[in-house]
C-alpha cells in the first residue's frame, strides 16, 4: 500500500536560518505533490504544488524539490521567521488512476528567536 | 471569494449517541467535497468524498455515513458514536489548478466521545 513518512520529532532551528522538510513516499506514483501548513487546531492551509515534470518550485521565501527517482520530496523555508512554526503536511496526487490525495503525518517546525 | 464553514467546532459526546457535523460551502458550484479525520499523532485520515448531489464514496469500513443533500453542503453522521471516533474531523472542498486537486479545508471539529 503507499506510504508517506515525514520526520515524526519536531525540527527546532533558530530564526534566519533555512529550515528543510522532508517527505519519503513508497509504492506510489504521484502526479503531483503538495505542501500544506498546519496551525494547531485549525484546517491546513495549501501552500505549494509541484507536478512531476518538475525538479523545483518557489513562492517567496518557500522552495519545493520533487525527485520522482528517489521518491522524495524536501521543502525548504529561508529565512525562517517565529511566525513559521507549524506542522507542515506533504500530500500526494492526483495520480493517474485517482483523484484523490494521501497525507502524510506531518513535522512540527519551531523556530526560536 | 470561496469560503468554507464547518459546525460545530467543538463537541463532547457520550458512547452510543448520534452525531451530526455539517460543512457547507459558499462562492463555487459543483464542488468536490471531501471529510477528513486528523486522530492525535496521524496524518489526514480520508473518510468521504462526493463529486456531486447524493454521490457519496466511502474510503474506509466505519461506524461513519455522509450526505450531500446539496450541491454545497456536506454532513457527517453517526447512529452510534464509539469511543474510538473522538478526533479532529476536517471538511474540503476542491479546486481543480493545472489538473491537480488542491484542497481547501474548513476550521475543523474537534469531536470527543465520552
Known amino acids: 500500500s503507499q506510504k508517506i513518512e515525514q520526520n515524526s520529532e519536531a525540527l527546532n532551528i533558530q530564526e534566519g536560518k533555512t529550515a528543510t522538510l522532508t517527505c519519503n513516499y513508497t509504492?506510489?506514483?504521484?502526479?503531483?505533490l503538495q505542501w500544506y501548513r498546519q496551525d494547531p487546531g485549525r484546517g491546513p492551509v495549501f501552500l505549494l504544488l509541484?507536478?512531476?515534470?518538475?525538479k523545483e518550485k518557489r513562492k517567496e521565501r518557500l522552495k519545493v524539490t520533487f525527485d520522482t527517482t528517489l521518491k522524495q520530496s524536501l521543502f525548504h523555508i529561508t529565512a525562517s521567521q517565529p511566525a513559521d512554526s507549524a506542522t507542515y503536511l506533504c500530500?500526494?496526487?492526483?495520480?493517474?488512476?485517482?483523484?484523490?490525495?494521501?497525507f502524510g503525518t506531518g513535522t512540527r517546525l519551531q523556530v526560536f528567536p | 471569494s470561496q469560503t468554507i464553514h464547518q459546525w460545530p467546532a467543538t463537541l463532547v459526546q457520550p458512547v452510543g449517541s448520534p452525531l451530526s457535523l455539517e460543512c457547507t460551502v459558499e462562492?463555487?458550484?459543483?464542488?468536490?467535497l471531501y471529510w477528513y479525520r486528523q486522530a492525535a499523532g496521524r496524518g489526514l485520515q480520508l473518510l468521504f468524498y462526493?463529486?456531486?448531489?447524493?454521490?457519496i464514496s466511502s474510503e474506509v469500513p466505519q461506524n461513519l455515513s455522509a450526505s450531500r443533500p446539496q450541491d454545497r453542503q456536506f454532513i457527517l453522521s453517526s447512529k452510534k458514536l464509539l469511543l474510538s471516533d473522538s478526533g479532529f474531523y476536517l471538511c474540503?472542498?476542491?479546486?481543480?489548478?493545472?489538473?491537480?486537486?488542491?484542497?481547501?479545508f474548513g476550521a475543523g471539529s474537534r469531536l470527543t466521545v465520552l
Open positions: 509541484i507536478r512531476e515534470n518538475e
Open positions: 462562492g463555487t458550484s459543483n464542488p468536490n
Open positions: 509504492n506510489y506514483s504521484p502526479a503531483y
Open positions: 462526493s463529486v456531486g448531489i447524493g454521490q
Open positions: 500530500a500526494l496526487g492526483p495520480s493517474y488512476n485517482t483523484d484523490k490525495l494521501i
Open positions: 474540503a472542498w476542491s479546486v481543480k489548478t493545472s489538473g491537480a486537486n488542491v484542497l481547501t
